[in-house]
């Protein structure tokens, strides 16, 4: 069993939808990050929580530490958004775990 | 500058060179580390720094790879005799310290081919 988790695997939504993505992480964890990595390769880190929830324009990201679960949402979704959202989670050891990713595509 | 630099932005080599790659952190991260990503694979943990204490090699995938952080600042993942399974992104970053809720900063990648 992996260590961090997301789903779903792929995405693909219309414009102006509502999106989420989810995380779950088996290990301890002193914080979670969301990436995001365009096609180019490049990351972005969106936001780093390790408690509640986090606002940051259409993005939207929330942590359950008991449940040991995080979502990502986007309000009105665009075409830009499309790219690979990545769940990091740092352990106490300091280094990052990294989920998959799920690769969101969003349409016109 | 404002944020972790990596270069070059893309390398080409033949099998059997050897490569470095560099990362500029963020100036006053103590804390750098340095991750791959294969096509199509997840992002893998390959070394990482802080401050003067010895790095944490763990993930470096064999001997042929090697990583330098001169001065507490830039870093330069060596990779010799280079095979086409080493054909990746590699990605760097940088935090402020070794704390707990310290967000990481990451830069655009190395896309390394190896041919």
């Known amino acids: 069993k992996n260590e961090v988790e997301q789903s779903p695997q792929n995405l693909t939504a219309q414009e102006g939808e509502f999106i989420t993505i989810n995380c779950s992480y088996s290990?301890?964890?002193?914080?979670l990050h969301w990436l995001q990595q365009h096609p180019g390769g490049g990351i972005v880190s969106l936001f780093m929580?390790?408690?509640g929830k986090k606002k940051h324009g259409r993005l939207i990201a929330t942590i359950n530490i008991q449940e040991k679960h995080s979502s990502l949402h986007i309000t009105a979704s665009h075409p830009r958004d499309s790219a690979v959202y990545i769940c990091?989670?740092?352990?106490?050891?300091?280094?990052?775990?990294f989920g998959p990713g799920t690769r969101l595509s969003v349409l016109p | 500058g404002a944020g972790v630099s990596q270069s070059p932005s893309n390398k080409v080599t033949e099998k059997g060179k050897d490569v470095e790659l560099r990362c500029d952190p963020i100036?006053?991260?103590?804390?750098l580390y340095w991750y791959r990503q294969s096509l199509g694979q997840g992002l893998e943990f390959l070394i990482y720094f802080q401050g003067n204490s010895a790095p944490d090699k763990s993930g470096l995938p064999s001997d042929r790879f090697s990583a330098e952080r001169t001065g507490g600042s830039v870093s330069t993942l060596t990779i010799q005799r280079t095979q086409q399974e080493d054909s990746a992104v590699y990605l760097c970053?940088?935090?402020?310290?070794?704390?707990?809720?310290?967000?990481?900063?990451f830069g655009q990648g190395t896309r390394l081919t190896v041919v």
């Open positions: 100036s006053g991260h103590t804390a």
């Open positions: 929580l390790s408690s």
């Open positions: 970053a940088s935090s402020l310290e070794r704390g707990l809720n310290t967000e990481a900063f």
């Open positions: 290990v301890g964890i002193s914080a």
């Open positions: 990091a989670v740092r352990g106490y050891g300091q280094n990052f775990v």
